[in-house]
């Protein structure tokens, strides 16, 4: 075995080289040629400049590294393996069951930041790891990212890009592995390093441009790089695919492919190696200050006076931020609609304008959760969806994630359709792991965000309304996560009422105009669509023998959805009928789209009587 400070870095990217032959090959699949273009550039970042305590993955002044051309983990997982991290038995597993090296990173391994393999995620993450160093935690970390080119053309990375330049993040640096072929064939610019450099360039980045096989040269970059002050860097590299093996270098149809003929390969590439290289280890740092719980002392609403949800959010998220040093707030433009303002006014040193941008928004989310802060990330319901990969991505990563969407359903009004989350329920339903919320008054919503900083854990979605609407709950009721409130209930009730954020006052005026003609329903509010509150759920079926949902939202994946989940169990399933928005909206009041969509008050009244007709 080798240990120097001196080691060969050619031979040591040949030892990577054969590590990710090997590996693929006995797995029989994964992105062996992808691993060996990039090889070189690793070997020297892993010998001469990544400052890292493998023993103790933690340690608040670790660098970061983040593979964003995640399907090169046989690259990562032999950089582990030269540094002592795994030993060769574990190198082995590589894509078998019960394996922590999977065939794209995860969390799974304590060194591993975030999941990558959803290409244009690493560098957007990066940038928030990267912002957190420099304006939440002056540390001396640095934020190391390895890029494929054909990730280039995703517009996410371009978002990453400007943000990083804008905020001139010098403790950044990314890594292109310009190796020319993608999946299918050649990329877009091929081997043009200049048209990348130029682009990163005007988006305020320091390019550099260098033979990415040349360990001296790559030495040379990557001092540059630390030697930038001012601005963030970007080492482009131009490599070979498949380098170092004739059969598979810069040839199209490998990607993503063992090498036909491994011993050969591993002969070619001059067998294997044993190095071992000690990682340069951080300097001392101290650890943030670990904080649980919320103490915070919320703001109060009366019964009876209206108050949009959003702005009962924004005060809330305002007052956690005042208990809670590590709450930060990120926000797409909108914080004047979301409410997320007040929090910027009280904390503007945690508050993070993302622009419109909502992948880097939820990245950089991604990237300060990582150093240890609990963000709460703002915008639009409607506009979220186009972050959705960088949620489901998140839930991969294991991360701890507020999100809060705004001016959700019909009941926005004259703004159109164009505006209306109406699928946001169900896209963040369908998250592993995640929580959904959405409350229908200003108490009820302060302590929800409380719940959500107390114990964060998973994705975490809290749906917010634009209008005002009456307050119905003191200041001192609770709302656990799970449950859901009984507003009216008798043992005479001849159905049941299932609401949810606005469409509750509707169902309590419908309640109210049943029983005005002998007719006792109950009410539920279901504020937490997951997890849902089964038990209350199941009593309401066996008591009533009919469940009428009405939510602002389409009708798949939605409250009505939660619903049925309660009867999956194969029990019998009670009658349910399903109030939702089935049409496409156009401008109107809030009061004519609700109508219009048949989720008023009088929509309700007469599906119930449609129902207990049957």
């Known amino acids: ?100 090296l999977e065939g794209h990173p995860t969390p799974r391994l304590p060194w591993v930041d975030v999941a990558t393999g959803s290409l244009g995620q690493g560098l957007p993450v990066g940038v928030g790891v990267a912002l957190a160093g420099r304006r939440l935690e002056p540390m001396p970390y640095r934020v190391w990212v390895l890029l494929g080119d054909s990730e280039m053309a995703e517009g996410s990375v371009w978002e990453a890009f400007e943000h990083a330049g804008y905020e001139r993040l010098s403790n950044l640096t990314a890594i292109v592995d310009v190796n020319r072929l993608g999946q299918r064939g050649p990329t877009r610019h091929e081997w043009d390093l200049d048209a990348y450099a130029r682009r990163a360039e005007a988006f305020g980045w320091h390019a550099i441009e260098v033979d990415g096989h040349d360990p001296v040269a790559i030495d040379a970059a990557y ?18 695919k498949g380098r170092g093996v004739a059969s598979v270098e810069n040839r199209e149809g490998m990607h993503g492919k063992p090498l036909p003929e491994v011993d050969e390969a591993i002969e070619e590439l001059g067998g294997e190696r044993r190095m071992r290289v000690d990682v340069q280890r951080p300097a001392a740092t101290t650890a943030p200050r670990s904080q649980h719980g919320v103490h915070a002392e919320l703001p109060v609403f009366s019964v009876g006076e209206k108050v949009a949800t959003r702005d009962a959010y924004g005060r809330a998220l305002a007052a956690v931020g005042s208990d809670r040093g590590d709450v930060v707030a990120l926000d797409g433009e909108v914080g004047d609609s979301t409410r997320s303002e007040f929090f910027a006014k009280e904390h503007p040193d945690r508050f993070f304008e993302c622009y419109i941008a909502e992948q880097e928004m939820l990245a950089t ?38 999100v809060a969407g705004s001016h959700a359903g019909v009941a926005i009004g004259e703004d159109g359709p164009s505006q209306m ?60 996560i799970g449950g859901s409130k009984v507003l009216r209930s008798s043992d005479e009730d001849r159905l049941t009422l299932v609401a949810a954020g606005v469409t509750v006052p509707e169902a309590l005026a419908a309640a109210d105009e049943l029983a005005a003609e002998g007719i006792p329903v109950r009410v539920i509010d279901l504020y937490s669509l997951k997890p849902v509150d089964v038990t209350t759920l199941r009593a309401a079926a066996e008591a009533t023998g009919c469940l009428l949902t009405v ?31 089935t049409t496409m909206p156009g401008s109107a009041t809030p009061a004519q789209q609700l109508k219009e969509a048949g989720i008023d008050a009088t929509a309700i009244t007469a599906a119930a009587h449609r129902a207990l007709a049957v």
């Open 1 to 100: 075995m080798t240990t120097t400070a001196e080691i060969d870095l050619a031979e040591l990217g040949q030892q990577l080289r054969v590590d990710s032959v090997r590996a693929t090959g006995a797995a029989g699949s994964g992105h062996a040629t992808s691993s060996m273009s990039a090889a070189d550039l690793m070997a020297v970042l892993l010998a001469r400049y990544l400052r890292y305590d493998f023993d103790w993955p933690d340690h608040p002044g670790n660098d970061h590294l983040i593979f964003s051309k995640g399907h090169a983990s046989p690259l990562l997982y032999s950089l582990y393996k030269a540094a002592g991290a795994i030993g060769d038995d574990e190198l082995m597993t590589f894509r078998t069951l019960g394996s922590r």
């Open 223 to 240: 001092a540059e790089a630390l030697s930038v002050s001012d601005r963030p860097s970007v080492v482009l590299a131009r490599t070979l």
């Open 365 to 402: 989310a991604v990237g300060m959760q990582v150093r240890g802060w609990l963000p709460f990330v703002s915008t639009f319901a409607a506009f979220l969806t186009r972050a959705h990969d960088f949620v489901r991505m998140a839930a991969v990563s294991h991360a701890s994630l507020n």
């Open 421 to 480: 989350g109406l699928e946001d329920l169900a896209m963040f339903r369908a998250v592993h792991g995640s929580t959904v919320l959405y409350p229908c008054d200003a108490n009820q919503t302060t302590r929800l965000v409380a719940e959500m900083a107390a114990e964060p854990a998973g994705i975490r979605y809290l749906r917010t309304t634009r209008g005002g609407t009456p307050v119905i709950y003191g200041p001192d009721e609770r709302f656990p």
């Open 551 to 581: 939510e602002d939202h389409h009708p798949e994946g939605g409250l009505g959805d939660a619903v049925l989940d309660a009867f999956t169990d194969g029990r019998p399933v009670p009658r349910l009928v399903r109030l939702a928005v």
